[in-house]
């Protein structure tokens, strides 16, 4: 018997699809193709699961399915009980910045928290509800104070940046529970998102002497990993995608300082510093390769995320790599990609397919003869364009698809909006790239 699709998970794909972004649920119904890069991130989740760590870069061009890419390695991180975090950067939201913008990013992801039962963001309170139940279930064990417990089951972190006040607000966010205090339980989460500004609101509000901010957002983050294992999850995914937002800052200085941010990720990962916690970095080629403004420019990246050369000669690639290049879907992946397409159209009802197979070969045969090999490497406009003749066809039963797949007209991808970040930063120095200040 044939699964039906839920209107829900039909409208939220197809809509999602047609306005080029990835849809944020549903997307085992349309997920093909790249199976040795999933096997390769499933195996850094079990890592992780373990008391590991990953770090990779997700490396595509635009349109070629980096974002559904990492949306699904998302799923199944969720599946297999991490605790998952994500945010685009731009630019207000930065890895590492002088006047807010990293705190932005900080509190975006922590918005963005999801758990197997909140797959859709905003998990943070919960996975809070769960490490105070779990420490009030110990409390009654060993009929001792529940404040006192949780200070003990956060000791560890006590010994990292911003830990000994982690450990108060989670404090805090107990005794709000206690007195039935909603604002103090607000002011805990506030403190936990990074929505304070100034050290002396928090201090007013729980007594704790620091913030989140600019300077500790990596630490922040690996005190999360920490705290999300004690309420009994298995680590924490950190997904940052549009990180072509730092290739595009026009200040030297400022580009430097957040690749110098990566490079602490990457080494913290690589040399097993850090616990229970991932990072997928989403980015395009020039984002990595362009020696002058990417991250091959910084030497030491450069260095530690150049392909294996063994790979490069043997025409193979090594999929432990920290840099990982998504490769293509292939024109056959592409056609199921139209039938699974097809089928969620139809909600799952093969009855009312709008267009049989033959018509699938020639969508594709039009899309090569139309943009040439783009159509496979780049796919977010063929599916555009496919579901856009769907559309037409449903609302207009009485015409064919053969007359209308010679009319439909294909863009070639191409990057969007590829201007210059201008800097906020007043102490940023001028850019040396565009020598604005040479004189003779």
């Not at 680590?235 to 549009?242: I, K, P, T």
Request: charged share 25%.
């Amino acid at each position: 018997m044939e699964k039906r699709i839920r209107t829900k998970e039909k409208d939220a794909i197809i809509q999602s699809l047609k306005s080029g972004v990835t849809p944020k649920i549903g997307i085992q119904h349309i997920q093909v193709g790249r199976i040795n890069e999933v096997q390769a991130l499933y195996k850094d989740i079990e890592r992780i699961s373990e008391g590991g760590s990953a770090f990779r870069l997700i490396i595509g061009d635009y349109g070629s399915g980096k974002t559904f890419f990492l949306s699904v390695i998302r799923s199944i991180a969720l599946e297999r009980k991490l605790v998952t975090v994500n945010a685009d950067l731009s630019p207000d939201r930065r890895i590492h910045a002088t006047s807010g913008q990293a705190r932005n990013l900080y509190s975006e992801l922590m918005r963005n928290l999801s758990t197997r039962n909140k797959p859709d963001g905003n998990g943070l309170p919960s996975v809070v509800e769960k490490f105070i139940t779990v420490a009030r279930k110990e409390a009654d064990q060993k009929q001792a104070d529940v404040s006192s417990v949780i200070h003990e089951k956060l000791s560890d972190l006590t010994e990292l940046v911003g830990g000994y006040d982690f450990a108060k607000v989670i404090d805090a966010y107990w005794q709000g529970h206690e007195r039935d205090d909603d604002a103090l339980k607000t002011n805990a989460i506030r403190w936990l998102r990074a929505e304070y500004t100034t050290k002396t609101d928090a201090r007013r509000d729980l007594d704790v002497r620091t913030i989140i901010s600019d300077n500790s957002f990596y630490d922040s983050l690996k005190l999360m990993s920490l705290f999300v294992r004690q309420a009994g999850y298995e680590g924490l995914l950190v997904n940052l995608d549009e990180l072509v937002n730092l290739y595009k800052l026009g200040n030297t200085q400022a580009r430097t300082s957040n690749y110098e941010q990566i490079l602490r990720i990457l080494n913290d990962c690589l040399q097993g510093s850090a616990e229970y916690i991932g990072f997928l970095l989403g980015g395009t080629p020039e984002f990595l390769l362009d020696p002058r403004r990417g991250l091959y420019s910084y030497e030491a990246l450069q260095s530690r995320l150049a392909e294996n050369s063994f790979a490069q000669r043997a025409g193979v690639i090594d999929y432990s790599s920290p840099a990982l290049h998504l490769a293509s879907l292939t024109p056959e992946e592409l056609y199921i990609l139209l039938k699974n397409l097809r089928h969620v159209f139809a909600a799952g009802d093969t009855a009312h397919y709008l267009v049989p197979d033959e018509a699938l070969k020639a969508f594709l045969i039009h899309c090569n003869q139309t943009v040439g090999d783009a159509y496979f490497r780049t796919p977010r406009n063929t599916i555009k364009a496919f579901l856009d003749m769907l559309a037409v066809l449903e609302q207009n039963p009485s015409m064919l698809w053969s007359d209308l797949i010679n009319k439909i007209a294909i863009d070639e991808e191409r990057p969007s909006n590829v201007d210059e970040i201008k800097p906020s930063e007043n102490n940023d120095a001028i850019d040396s790239d565009d020598l604005a200040s040479f004189k003779l």
